[in-house]
Nanobody, 124 residues
């Protein structure tokens, strides 16, 4: 398993951007698909975006396409989620997760390493 630590959350007004970071402890980080998930109060955890181990392939849920960008720097063992045009409905705890799986896997149960989460609150 990999240890993951998220950072970068906060309280913002609708519109501005925010960048989340996920720092990982893994000897061969490039071997892991990393995903971002989010969970709003009273709702189930949902998939946001994933990135393949090399960073060449990404996958997004429809609601964030064109607004969010996932990227990674394997030299720094870090994955990022750049969020723009934020909306109040983006308010949630954001989690990063990692596993040695296909990058288009959006099922949170398939990820065996999780961070503690970072709160993102978007006010209108």
């Amino acid at each position: 398993q990999v240890q993951l630590v998220e950072s970068g959350g906060g309280l913002v007004q609708a519109g501005p951007s925010l960048r989340l970071s996920c720092a990982a402890s893994a000897r061969v980080f490039s071997g892991y698909t990393v995903g971002w998930f989010r969970q709003a109060p009273g709702k189930e955890r949902e998939f946001v975006a994933t990135i393949s181990g090399t960073g060449l392939y990404t996958y997004y849920t429809d609601s964030v396409k064109g607004r969010f960008t996932i990227s990674r720097d394997n030299a720094k063992n870090t994955v990022y989620l750049q969020m723009t045009s934020l909306k109040p409905e983006d308010t949630a705890v954001f989690y990063c997760a990692a596993a040695r799986i296909f990058y288009q896997n959006t099922n949170p149960r398939e990820y065996d390493s999780w961070g503690q989460g970072t709160q993102v609150t978007v006010s209108s």
